[in-house]
Nanobody
């Protein structure tokens, strides 16, 4: 069974930085895409960033230039370095991955989320 586990959330002041991590575990043949989404209180879940197996990143306009997504394929891990954080970045951040498992086609998996709070 595949699991995604996030870590690194917490409380940070405006202008500060945090680094999130997400590791996929289980019987995994490949992970073409790993991504981050977030959901603020009262809002829909929204896309933040993603990165392909080969390392090509993509970003939402709201975080481009402040956030950096990266991955370590040897560890099945994706990272999100968040700099110049703003109060509006406050949300639960979710890891998402498209994963191929033995005997199965490509499927979407989600982590349980990690809370990021940007406040004085």
């Amino acid at each position: 069974q595949v699991q995604l586990v996030e870590s690194g959330g917490g409380l940070v002041q405006p202008g500060g930085s945090l680094r999130l991590s997400c590791t996929a575990s289980g019987s995994i043949l490949g992970i073409p895409t790993m991504a981050w989404y977030r959901q603020a209180p009262g809002n829909e879940r929204e896309y933040v960033a993603d990165i392909l197996f080969g390392g090509l990143p993509n970003y939402a306009d709201s975080v481009r230039g402040r956030f950096t997504v990266s991955r370590d394929n040897s560890k099945n891990t994706v990272y999100l370095q968040m700099n110049s954080l703003k109060p509006e970045d406050t949300a639960v951040y979710y890891c998402n991955a498209q994963i191929v498992t033995p005997g199965s086609s490509l499927r979407d998996y989600w982590g349980k989320g990690t809370l990021v709070t940007v406040s004085l």
